[in-house]
């Protein structure tokens, strides 16, 4: 059974740090790529990071460029974002999704989603 767990989601004041995690199983996650997702009410879905596990070669938004890192620990089938500088427009659910493409390609080409983790991020 394929699984993607998401954790680190929380409440930040403006400027604060969290780290996200993505727990894969039940794929081989070398095949994948592994991309970050967030859906604020009201909003569409939008792309924030993506990781190619077999190469490790990434890619962001251009809303979060310099204050957001993804990586990877394939022993760990684990993907994180790192997200620093936060502000209030991060405030969102966000999600991870695995699909057999290259990053970082839209959502509907993503095989696999987790149930979402919530970050707030407060002024």
């Known amino acids: 059974e394929v699984q993607l767990v998401e954790s680190g989601g929380g409440l930040v004041q403006a400027g604060g740090s969290l780290r996200l995690s993505c727990a894969a199983s039940g794929f081989t996650f070398d095949d994948y790529a592994i991309g970050w997702f967030r859906q604020a009410p009201g909003k569409e879905r939008e792309g924030v990071s993506c990781?190619?596990?077999?190469?490790?070669?990434?890619s962001y938004a251009d809303s979060v460029k310099g204050r957001f890192t993804i990586s990877s620990d394939n022993a760990k089938n684990t993907i994180y974002l790192q997200m620093n500088s936060l502000k209030p427009e991060d405030t969102a659910v966000y999600y991870c999704?695995?699909?057999?493409?290259?990053?970082?390609?839209?959502?509907?080409?993503?095989?696999?989603w987790g149930q979402g983790t919530q970050v707030t991020v407060s002024s």
């Open positions: 999704a695995a699909g057999p493409l290259a990053c970082p390609g839209p959502a509907p080409l993503y095989d696999y």
């Open positions: 990781i190619s596990s077999s190469d490790g070669s990434t």
